[in-house]
């Protein structure tokens, strides 16, 4: 089943000539439109004829996060204010977040793409998508919401919360699809085992996860504690939201990214060279048809892999591995981004810290917890208990505020935190040992 | 009239505590008393010892978190009533304490109990002055 069969399955020349075109039209737009663009394509010494083949994109610079930084809010926005319909951000990144505008036919486009990955996991016209992903700034709740109903099945905008209401509501509306990140989809699990409700009771068949890194040992876990199909999806707000790159039901090996709207490359993340198919590297996104944000060589920052093998559901689209890390320090607590670095410098603001701290991530009843373990010395030491456990909530609260995750500050003894090499390993993540 | 206590930050598992009494038996340092007061993290462990420096130094070249800060030693009447009368007066200044706890004292009438108030100055003199009998460090160093 496809949504779109001509485009899903377009043979592969015909996919390279669509990129092709698709990117010169790119290269052209935003040398035209995007200031920031007309200077690295200029220091680059490239200019739209000068590509000719696929191969040619080699020769255009990367695009990086802290790129999107510098221009905040609009500056990398090709399209003017009047022509864009919608402005996401993404989670928290030192304190400014990085913003994304959809143009009418953007909206439109990833729409499309969304659709396209419900089909792709196995989801009909007639099923009761319950999308627990947040509505909001974050990409998640909306770009799965239209993808819904350009399908035409019937979406309940439930966000994120509120964990015995999503349950009711899925018993009694008797959704068939659950969107939300694994872990929350496991918390859910387990919060209606304690009101004596069995998930496998549901009318659930097919979940679509994302947002967040998971194993295959938590696909098991899942499929077997929620008696349903779980599918991963892959998608950053940068690029264009959920719905970049989705797991067929079909395989379940490897998820097709949309080669007619994206262009993928695998590149050495220290070298910048583009590696071969199947060789792990840091995935790399060129939006060719975006008009609000387009974007040329976004470095991603995920680690994968791609395969351009026929896969058995029938789409010519290429498959990139399951994530299977960060080539930088990044990491995903509950759906929100955090760099070790933020959380630093939140500590170094705090009177009398220094920055001795660890952060140990972990996956406890099934949703993501951070412990901040910060060593005490003389300087923020107390002979009274209130004190120190004050300075404790505060910080947990600063981080609160700054990066919106919750976490619990634990204070440790000086040189507890163990360094190896006079060099602080700063972070322990335990979720994907399971 | 004040007494030096060190409080050393103790990290919430075991054989922290040994740790830390067999680093001052080592040094040779006699601990007077102490208290402990803990959380589910941390604790903060209170020590009056004969040689404050010293446990201070031979605590901190182990790694630990030494504080030092003082304390007032006040003899209370050995009898029902003793503690109650004592912060009765304490009360009537607005005084708050901070926490307090026992210094064993053998062959002795009256108990002796470590206090931490938030206004240790005002405590003294309010003491002082209802007759109670604030023992100085020297003194309570070597009883």
Same mark, same amino acid.
């Given at each position: 089943?496809?949504?779109n069969e001509?485009?899903e399955?377009?043979?592969?020349?015909?996919?390279?000539?669509l990129q092709l075109?698709?990117l010169?039209a790119l290269?052209?737009?935003v040398?035209d439109k995007?200031?920031?663009?007309?200077e690295?394509?200029?220091?680059a010494?490239v200019?739209a004829?000068?590509v000719?083949?696929?191969?040619?994109?080699?020769k255009?610079p990367?695009?990086?996060?802290q790129?999107?930084r510098?221009?905040?809010?609009?500056n990398?926005f090709a399209a003017?204010?009047?022509?864009?319909v919608r402005?996401?951000?993404?989670s928290?990144?030192t304190?400014?977040?990085?913003v994304v505008g959809?143009?009418?036919?953007d909206?439109?486009v990833w729409?499309?793409?969304?659709a396209?990955?419900?089909?792709?996991a196995g989801?009909?016209?007639?099923?009761?998508?319950?999308?627990?992903?947040?509505?909001?700034?974050?990409?998640g709740g909306?770009g799965?919401h239209?993808?819904?109903e350009?399908?035409g099945?019937?979406v309940?905008?439930?966000?994120?919360?509120?964990t015995?209401?999503q349950?009711?509501?899925m018993?009694d509306f008797?959704?068939t699809v659950?969107?939300c990140?694994?872990?929350?989809?496991?918390f859910?699990?387990e /919060?209606a085992?304690e009101?004596g409700i069995?998930f496998r009771?549901?009318k659930?068949k097919v979940?679509?996860?994302?947002?967040?890194?998971w194993?295959?040992?938590?696909? /098991?876990d899942?499929?077997?504690?929620?008696?349903l199909?779980?599918v991963?999806?892959?998608?950053?707000?940068e690029?264009?939201?959920?719905g970049v790159?989705i797991?067929?039901?079909?395989a379940?090996?490897?998820?097709h990214?949309?080669?007619?709207?994206f262009?993928?490359?695998?590149?050495n993340?220290?070298?910048?060279e583009?590696?071969?198919?199947?060789?792990?590297?840091?995935?790399?996104?060129?939006?060719?048809t975006?008009?609000?944000i387009?974007?040329i060589?976004y470095r991603?920052r995920d680690?994968t892999?791609i395969t351009?093998?026929?896969?058995?559901?029938?789409?010519?689209?290429?498959?990139i591995?399951?994530?299977s890390?960060?080539s930088?320090?990044?990491?995903?607590?509950?759906?929100v981004n955090v760099?070790?670095?933020?959380?630093e410098s939140?500590?170094?603001?705090v009177?009398g810290?220094?920055?001795?701290y660890?952060l140990i991530?972990d996956?406890?009843e099934s949703l993501d917890t951070?412990?901040?373990q910060v060593?005490?010395?003389?300087?923020?030491?107390s002979?009274?208990v209130?004190?120190?456990q004050?300075? /404790?909530?505060?910080?947990?609260?600063q981080?609160?505020?700054?990066?919106?995750v919750?976490?619990?500050?634990?204070?440790?003894?000086?040189?507890?935190?163990?360094?190896?090499e006079?060099? /602080?390993?700063r972070v322990?993540d335990?979720?994907?040992?399971a | $009239?004040q007494?030096?206590?060190?409080?050393?930050?103790i990290?919430n598992?075991?054989?922290r505590?040994?740790?830390?009494?067999?680093?001052?038996g080592e040094?040779?340092i006699?601990?007077?008393?102490l208290s402990l007061?803990?959380?589910?993290?941390?604790?903060?462990l209170r020590?009056?010892?004969?040689d404050t420096e010293?446990?201070k130094?031979?605590?901190?070249?182990?790694g630990?978190?030494?504080?030092k800060?003082?304390?007032?030693a006040v003899?209370?009447?050995?009898?029902?009533g003793g503690?109650?009368?004592l912060?009765e007066?304490?009360d009537?200044?607005?005084i708050n304490v901070e926490y307090m706890y026992?210094f064993?004292?053998?062959n002795?009438q009256?108990?002796? $109990?470590?206090?931490?108030f938030?206004?240790t100055?005002?405590?003294?003199s309010?003491?002082?002055?209802k007759?109670?009998t604030?023992?100085?460090g020297?003194?309570?160093?070597?009883?």
């Amino acid at each position: 089943m496809y949504f779109n069969e001509e485009f899903e399955t377009l043979p592969r020349e015909a996919i390279e000539a669509l990129q092709l075109k698709r990117l010169k039209a790119l290269v052209r737009r935003v040398q035209d439109k995007v200031p920031f663009y007309r200077e690295s394509l200029g220091k680059a010494g490239v200019c739209a004829d000068d590509v000719n083949s696929l191969s040619d994109l080699t020769k255009l610079p990367f695009t990086y996060k802290q790129d999107m930084r510098d221009s905040y809010p609009y500056n990398l926005f090709a399209a003017p204010m009047e022509d864009i319909v919608r402005i996401h951000a993404s989670s928290g990144t030192t304190g400014k977040p990085t913003v994304v505008g959809y143009t009418r036919n953007d909206i439109d486009v990833w729409s499309e793409l969304m659709a396209r990955s419900f089909v792709a996991a196995g989801v009909h016209k007639g099923d009761i998508i319950h999308n627990s992903y947040g509505y909001g700034l974050f990409t998640g709740g909306l770009g799965a919401h239209y993808g819904a109903e350009r399908l035409g099945a019937s979406v309940i905008p439930m966000s994120g919360g509120n964990t015995k209401k999503q349950i009711m509501i899925m018993q009694d509306f008797g959704s068939t699809v659950l969107t939300c990140t694994p872990s929350y989809s496991l918390f859910m699990a387990e /919060a209606a085992r304690e009101e004596g409700i069995d998930f496998r009771d549901l009318k659930l068949k097919v979940g679509i996860f994302g947002a967040e890194p998971w194993s295959e040992g938590m696909r /098991a876990d899942i499929e077997q504690k929620l008696n349903l199909s779980a599918v991963d999806i892959y998608g950053l707000s940068e690029i264009m939201g959920p719905g970049v790159a989705i797991e067929c039901c079909e395989a379940k090996k490897g998820l097709h990214i949309w080669e007619d709207h994206f262009i993928p490359e695998i590149i050495n993340p220290e070298t910048g060279e583009v590696l071969k198919p199947g060789e792990k590297g840091e995935l790399v996104i060129t939006t060719i048809t975006k008009e609000g944000i387009p974007l040329i060589r976004y470095r991603t920052r995920d680690i994968t892999s791609i395969t351009y093998e026929p896969c058995v559901c029938g789409r010519t689209h290429a498959r990139i591995a399951r994530m299977s890390g960060r080539s930088d320090d990044m990491l995903i607590i509950r759906g929100v981004n955090v760099f070790p670095s933020q959380i630093e410098s939140i500590l170094m603001g705090v009177e009398g810290v220094e920055p001795h701290y660890q952060l140990i991530i972990d996956r406890q009843e099934s949703l993501d917890t951070l412990e901040v373990q910060v060593e005490v010395d003389e300087a923020i030491f107390s002979d009274e208990v209130k004190h120190l456990q004050a300075l /404790a909530h505060r910080i947990e609260k600063q981080i609160k505020e700054m990066l919106g995750v919750t976490c619990h500050v634990k204070l440790v003894e000086p040189k507890s935190i163990t360094r190896s090499e006079g060099k /602080a390993k700063r972070v322990i993540d335990n979720r994907l040992k399971a | $009239m004040q007494v030096e206590q060190i409080s050393v930050f103790i990290e919430n598992k075991s054989g922290r505590l040994a740790e830390v009494t067999r680093i001052l038996g080592e040094a040779g340092i006699n601990i007077r008393t102490l208290s402990l007061a803990d959380t589910s993290d941390f604790g903060i462990l209170r020590l009056i010892v004969d040689d404050t420096e010293k446990a201070k130094g031979v605590l901190k070249e182990r790694g630990f978190t030494v504080s030092k800060t003082e304390v007032v030693a006040v003899e209370i009447p050995d009898r029902p009533g003793g503690l109650a009368g004592l912060l009765e007066v304490l009360d009537a200044e607005l005084i708050n304490v901070e926490y307090m706890y026992a210094f064993v004292e053998r062959n002795a009438q009256n108990a002796v $109990m470590i206090f931490r108030f938030d206004e240790t100055a005002k405590a003294i003199s309010a003491l002082c002055a209802k007759n109670f009998t604030v023992l100085n460090g020297e003194k309570l160093y070597n009883l």
